[in-house]
């Protein structure tokens, strides 16, 4: 299929939301009542991103799913399981703390980190050897659940399968203070906000569902709002307000953008853009190092912590694009890039 200008430039919007969320800019000032509401907000206004990722892949993956779906499972999951266990080897072996590292040596800093993701080692399988990784085993649980109704001609099952999944996560996540129910794995990871998602898409184009730009927009606003509404009232109940990864709001905000997008095919036909989409899935898999890293520079050079928060974002993009510019040209493109 020939690539789509808006959703490519959807897929880079949706990378720089993601650095944004995991660099935390603005998360101790300005303080307004006590709290940094400017990065509190700004980190939740970008929790649309991966939703869209998993909507994107739904939608692209569906007419080979169809047609051929365990085999397309097996094909799709072999080179995504293979870059997530490379970046995970290399998160676990990587060292996070210099000044540690320095103080103490590198066993006494990698061990602390070991020891944390072993307290909880059904959770780590699910998630990988650095938080960012989720994304892959979530994916690929998505993918196997669609392709195995499919392969057993249940397709009637999915959307209700993917829902049911769905409101067990938000239980068990997000929602927990309020239901009580526990789960031993935080459920953002596996298959319970993932498969709703990713299906969300895989129908969308089964279906040929197109909606108009003016719902389409009042679709993302209105998720949007109900998503920050939710995270909102649920800090009476004991959540902090950047701790949510989806809540009821986050589908249909993602949706009401892929609709969008949709609309607009020409949106964003720029060279540059199409380029750099192709190095999304790269700059994902090693940007939060480059944060890591970023934060560690700034603290051993006492660089201030605005001037850090207003730099590490586009500093993060350039870095991990250089990087994975660098190993495409080396025959190490085989291992770490899908």
């Known amino acids: ?3 789509i200008s808006s959703f490519e430039w959807g897929r880079m919007l949706a990378l720089f939301a993601v650095i ?13 009542d006590d709290q940094p509401w400017v990065g509190m907000i700004l980190n939740q206004l970008n929790r649309f991103a991966v939703p869209l ?3 994107l892949a739904g939608y692209f993956i569906q007419p080979r799913l169809t047609v051929s779906p365990i085999q397309t499972l097996l094909r799709y999951s072999s080179s995504l399981f293979k870059v997530w266990v490379v970046w995970s080897v290399i998160s676990l072996l990587i060292p996070f703390n210099l000044a540690i590292v320095a103080e103490q040596g590198y066993l006494a800093e990698r061990s602390g980190y070991w020891n944390f993701l072993l307290q909880n080692p059904l959770n780590t399988l699910f998630e990988g050897g650095l938080v960012h990784l989720w994304y892959i085993p979530a994916l ?5 659940i669609a392709s195995v109704l499919i392969s057993f001609k249940l397709e009637k099952l999915i959307i209700p399968a993917a829902l049911a999944l769905y409101v067990f996560g938000l239980m068990a996540g997000s929602y927990q203070p309020v239901f009580g129910v526990e789960f031993a794995i935080m459920t953002r990871n596996g298959p319970f906000f993932s498969t709703l998602v990713v299906v969300l898409g895989f129908e969308i184009r089964r279906n040929n569902i197109r909606v108009p730009l003016s719902a389409a927009v009042t679709l993302l606003f209105s998720g949007m709002i109900l998503h920050l509404t939710e995270a909102y009232l649920l800090i009476a109940k004991g959540s902090q307000f950047i701790s949510h990864d989806f809540l009821l709001g986050t589908p249909i905000w993602a949706l009401g953008l892929f609709f969008v997008l949709q609309a607009k095919p020409g949106f964003g036909d720029s060279p540059r853009i199409m380029q750099w989409s192709k190095d999304v899935l790269g700059v994902y898999l090693c940007h939060l190092l480059i944060i890591i890293y970023l934060m560690n520079l700034s603290g051993l050079l006492g660089i201030s912590v605005l001037l850090r928060d207003l730099t590490i974002i586009p500093l993060t993009f350039v870095l991990s694009m250089l990087l994975i510019r660098t190993i495409d040209k ?3 493109r085989n291992v770490l890039l899908r």
Request: hydrophobic share 65%; proline share 11%.
């Open 53 to 55: 990722f998993f909507l």
């Open 140 to 144: 690929l649980c998505a993918v196997a």
């Open 330 to 332: 080396t025959p190490l």
């Open 20 to 32: 944004i969320i995991h660099a935390k800019p603005f998360m101790t000032l300005p303080v307004i």
């Open 1 to 3: 299929m020939k690539r």
